[in-house]
């Protein structure tokens, strides 16, 4: 069992073989087969959780940590704010199991101590810095064109508080740091979608606003993946004018519309990710 228990030697040599690993499928194969107890998360969840999507992606994806639904599926972003996302992502031609590599800072589950009122809690400095450098291998072994931060944790996590002191300083920003463990990479922040799902509660305004700026986010991370020239599987409309189902690669051609392929007519996008 991956998360049976080990004495720290055997810990200490699960590690290396982990990062020993060449490529993404054998680093997978590796945390499946060895587990990790390097921090206390290990001692609630059910199971390590790695990763969803394309194992060549261009897109990486790098959320906070896995919540309940997560940890019993073993797959992340599945639950209610997964979904959203999938939304989210669909609305600019991204299909998140097949355009995006998608994983977690933490990769176990911060399970809420009983009592608390809450099903999970912010991974701990430690934590999180016991298991960047899982984060840190999966990337220099995916190589992605772009990288994408969802929620403070991951963002502070990767680029620091220096460069991140708020998200709403840092959402819908380009990051290209010169040093760190995205030296050189194309780096995106984006509110996690837990954000704008718990945002409702907040009153009828507030939550417009952020619904409105992450839709403006989203635009901007659409042209940089255009202009990254990364292949994504496309946006699907239903054309207002004929009602035909179409695809289009590039969301808006003419005036703020895309083009329908069956009637030529600029179609107005019933696409809504929420």
């Not at 220099?140 to 620091?160: C, E, V």
């Not at 991140?164 to 922040?189: D, I, S, Y």
Request: glycine share 8%.
């Amino acid at each position: 069992m991956p998360n049976s228990k080990k004495n720290k030697t055997e810990d200490d040599n699960a590690f290396k073989a982990i990062m020993a690993s060449t490529s993404i499928k054998e680093f997978i194969d590796a945390m499946n087969l060895y587990g990790c107890q390097r921090c206390t998360l290990s001692q609630h969840n059910n199971r390590i959780v790695i990763c969803r999507g394309r194992l060549t992606a261009d897109i990486m994806m790098i959320g906070e940590a896995p919540g309940k639904i997560e940890d019993q599926q073993g797959l992340p972003f599945v639950g209610p704010a997964g979904m959203l996302g999938d939304r989210m992502f669909a609305s600019i031609g991204i299909n998140t199991n097949h355009d995006m590599y998608i994983t977690n800072v933490c990769l176990c589950r911060p399970v809420a101590p009983r009592g608390s009122g809450k099903q999970n809690y912010t991974p701990l400095m430690e934590q999180r810095a016991l298991c960047l450098p899982y984060q840190i291998k999966q990337i220099s072994l995916l190589d992605p064109k772009l990288i994408i931060l969802a929620g403070l944790t991951a963002a502070r996590a990767f680029l620091g508080t220096k460069m991140v002191q708020t998200m709403k300083q840092a959402a819908g920003k380009l990051f290209l740091p010169e040093n760190g463990p995205l030296a050189g990479r194309h780096t995106f922040v984006l509110y996690h979608p837990a954000f704008l799902i718990h945002a409702k509660k907040k009153g009828e305004e507030i939550y417009k606003q952020i619904r409105q700026d992450t839709w403006k986010h989203l635009q901007i991370l659409r042209d940089k993946i255009e202009e990254l020239d990364i292949e994504v599987s496309g946006t699907r409309h239903i054309c207002s004018v004929c009602n035909e189902g179409f695809i289009s690669r590039r969301p808006y051609f003419v005036e703020g519309r895309p083009v329908c392929a069956s009637c030529g007519k600029r179609s107005h996008v019933i696409n809504e990710y929420l």
